[in-house]
């Protein structure tokens, strides 16, 4: 089964506002990452939060994992129309492991 | 943009019929990933490799196949297509487990 679960599946924000979207694990990570995908595009990296880390920074993006509740959130700041998108984690399980996988995502659609 | 090339972009094929989807690399990455995205299931991993003739099983592996016989090239071969792998088809790269991949710009698959 996949490994990470995004919540919620889709989003709908005004333009300015904030989005916020979450991701669940279900086994030890080495890293989780997020990623990008715009309509009929590939994916497109975000940003990369190591299991050691709390929390990163990355312009207008704000990760924070929390790896005892196995949990991570993105925060997007002051949204705009070119955010709209669909958002996925991934994680790259613990020692030994070569497998990126990915949760289902989450649809944000940011209106003008 | 990393190098990543996927052909071919589009595809339709008669069920039973073998198809093979090529991923070519110019970045001598080592991890090579194939992903299939589907409505509701996100991106589900099929195959991976970690370098030359090292390939392992993802989660949805069954009626596939994959070789790589060489850094740049990663193959996806469905043995005997059939409906239910009609998909979108992505191929990532990715340099080492601890950082971010790269993703092609998929291949849409319909099998008739």
Known sequence: ?112 | DAGITQSPRHKVTETGTPVTLRCHQTENHRYMYWYRQDPGHGLRLIHYSYGVKDTDKGEVSDGYSVSRSKTEDFLLTLESATSSQTSVYFCAISESVTRQAFFGQGTRLTVV
Request: net charge positive.
């Open chain 1, 1 to 112: 089964s996949q490994q990470g679960e995004e919540d919620p599946q889709a989003l709908s924000i005004q333009e300015g506002e904030n989005a916020t979207m979450n991701c669940s694990y279900k086994t030890s990570i080495n890293n989780l990452q997020w990623y990008r995908q715009n309509s009929g595009r590939g994916l497109v990296h975000l940003i990369l939060i190591r299991s050691n880390e709390r929390e990163k920074h990355s312009g207008r993006l704000r990760v924070t994992l929390d790896t005892s509740k196995k949990s991570s959130s993105l925060l997007i700041t002051a949204s705009r129309a070119a955010d709209t998108a669909s958002y996925f984690c991934a994680t790259v399980s613990g020692a030994g492991s070569y497998q990126l996988t990915f949760g289902k995502g989450t649809k944000l659609s940011v209106i003008p």
